[in-house]
């Protein structure tokens, strides 16, 4: 697989800064955003517009002029892309020459069967076809949103599908011969018990998914659910419900065969999920569309940027439009804060952060301070050290924001 090439970093040579051979060791993740539902769910403070179809052809176009920009500006054509994921939103909502335009334009010579090409789908605008679709283009992945089986739940969420919808679109994608498929299921619903979500983990691993992404839900003042929640409507799972439906949900997925290997994700072996993996190791990736997020190296910030779009269509398009980049925002990261990001996505993952890496890229005097603190949190049962790696305990992931801030010396 052939590596985007990186650049010489500015010479200053009071900074720390990462060496040639750590900055260079990284394909690219490419996320596409398709923002698009056909209504809001009413717990949603993802970019996303409903009722918005009729923008989804002009959007495409702006999406891959965009890509044509990064290609040619940034990647200098030289790019090799290890993962695509399409996410949102809906992806799911694209009709099927839709969708081929928008992967034949980003790939005109065909997805690399090597690489993990993931489609985001709900179950009610999945069908056989745009499965037979997909699997066409080179998408090999699906990961389908259930959040529940339960009807009163699903409802509730302002969920389109319905539990036995739910079912025929996991019996379909089976039927139609994916080994790769991912669903997410939620936990820590309105009047949710312990019971009810051991039921809706039993019917979710009848289905024997390769991988499961589970959230706990949560929810932000301006959705419909959160300002129901505020004035005393509904009623929220107490933390003790929680914490035990999250003990059982270890518990449950381990006597399955699954890996926990990230806070928020269990995977049957071999079937990590590759794309957020790049998230998580703080890889380069690029982001398309609007809303989406980008995170690059590049001579003026060698310890890594992030870009980010307008959330807004007109935003975007603006930007997009005449090939050119989309980005609206761009944060150069300091060494404390690449320093920070890493520890932050890395510990996210169970196998942890491998020390020798973290000194590679970030320079031995930085990381022994962190060394040092990690031992006065390991004695305390919040992290662990050993063969070679800093990995958060179980007891530790609900505080990671906290106990990445104790590693890390003040500046
Ligand atoms: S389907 Fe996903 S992105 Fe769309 S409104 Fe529902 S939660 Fe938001």
């Known amino acids: 697989m052939r590596r985007f090439s990186s650049v010489t970093c500015p010479c200053n040579d009071s900074m720390p800064r990462p060496t040639e051979s750590k900055r260079d060791q990284t394909a690219l993740a490419l996320y596409v955003h398709i923002p698009f539902c056909v209504k809001k769910c009413a717990y949603c403070d993802f970019t996303s517009y409903a009722g918005k179809e009729s923008e989804i052809p002009d959007y495409i176009t702006h999406v891959l002029d965009e890509w044509a920009a990064i290609r040619r500006e940034l990647l200098k054509n030289q790019a090799s892309i290890s993962t695509l994921y399409l996410g949102g939103g ?9 969708m081929t335009r928008l992967v034949r334009g980003l790939f005109p010579e065909g997805i690399d069967p ?19 679709c997909y699997q066409e283009l080179g998408i090999n992945r699906v990961s389908v949103g259930i959040q529940s089986f339960s009807d009163a739940h699903l409802r509730l ?4 599908h319905s539990a036995r919808r739910a079912r025929e679109c996991l019996d379909m994608i089976r ?11 939620m936990y820590g619903l309105p009047g949710q018990s312990h019971e009810d979500f051991l039921r809706d983990l039993d019917e979710a691993l009848g ?6 992404s589970t959230y706990c839900l949560t929810l932000s003042g301006g959705v419909p659910l959160g300002q129901a929640a505020a004035r005393g409507a509904i009623h929220l799972p107490p933390e003790a419900e929680i914490l035990k439906m999250m003990a059982s949900l270890d518990k449950t ?3 399955h065969g699954y890996e926990h290997y990230e806070v928020s994700n269990f995977a049957r072996p071999g079937h990590a999920c590759r794309h957020n993996l790049a998230y998580w190791t703080l890889s380069p990736y690029i982001g398309l569309g609007a809303g989406a997020v980008s995170f690059f190296i590049e001579e003026v910030a060698p310890w890594g940027s992030h870009w980010e779009n307008p959330g807004s269509l007109s935003g975007y398009a603006k930007r997009a439009r005449n090939h050119s980049w989309a980005f609206h925002e761009r944060s150069p990261l300091s060494h404390r804060e690449a320093l920070i990001e890493a520890l932050l996505t890395g510990l996210r993952l169970k196998r942890g952060l491998s020390i020798r890496a973290l000194a590679e890229r970030f320079g031995e ?12 949190l390991a004695a305390e049962g919040w992290c662990e050290m050993d063969g070679g790696s800093l990995r958060i305990t179980p007891g530790g992931s609900c505080l990671l924001d906290t106990l990445v801030l104790e590693l890390i010396p003040e500046s």
């Open 207 to 212: 289905f024997e998914p390769p991988h499961l």
């Open 365 to 376: 005097e930085a990381i022994g301070p962190v060394l040092q603190k990690a031992a006065l």
């Open 253 to 255: 997925m381990a006597s």
């Open 175 to 185: 039927r139609a011969g994916w080994r790769n498929f991912s669903m997410d299921l």
């Open 114 to 132: 090597s690489m993990e090409a993931t489609v985001e789908a709900n179950p009610e605008s999945l069908t056989p076809s745009k499965l037979a």
């Open 90 to 98: 809906t992806p799911s909502l694209l009709t099927e020459n839709q």
């Open 157 to 160: 969420l302002g969920r389109l």
